[in-house]
């Protein structure tokens, strides 16, 4: 591999039992990640609000699973958890990069928690305030069933 090229995802298994996302790279790297990490560091706008200031800090994931990984064109994948959240495009720099960096983005994460009081226990945790639209899916009211 030459040094401008990219790591490229050679495997993705999930292990639902552990809830882990393991990624192969072509450079011989193996990064196995907790779905709970990928989950509060999701790459969507909802987790990561369009700027930096807007991130936001998302608590009560300890049991987060993955029920399904869909591909994104050949650059990514789209992560579907038990909690419904599916808006989150991880491409192949992302999951690499959150690879590299886990622990130091594991530590960074119970860190903020701890200063905000929040748990990654969900009963320790508030629920999130529903989304505009109705039931928290982000469609419109009724949508889902609900009344």
């Not at 130091?104 to 989304?131: F, V």
Request: proline share 7%; glycine share 10%; hydrophobic share 35%.
């Amino acid at each position: 591999m030459s040094a401008i090229e990219k790591p490229w995802p050679e495997e993705i298994k999930v292990d639902k039992v552990a809830r882990t996302l393991s990624v192969l790279f072509s450079d011989g790297k193996r990064f196995v990640l907790p779905a709970e990490l990928l989950r509060v560091e999701s790459p969507s706008a909802e987790v990561q609000g369009h700027s930096p200031s807007e991130k936001k800090l998302v608590s009560g994931r300890m049991h987060v699973g993955i029920i399904g990984v869909e591909p994104v064109g050949n650059y990514a994948v789209k992560l579907v958890f038990d909690d419904l959240h599916d808006s989150g495009i991880y491409s192949w720099d992302y999951l690499y990069a959150l690879g590299e960096q886990q622990d130091a983005i594991w530590a960074n994460y119970l860190a903020e928690l701890d200063s905000a009081g929040l748990s990654r226990d969900p009963a320790l945790s508030p629920a999130p305030a529903p989304k505009p639209g109705g039931c928290g899916s982000g469609k419109a009211a009724g949508s889902c069933g609900c009344s």
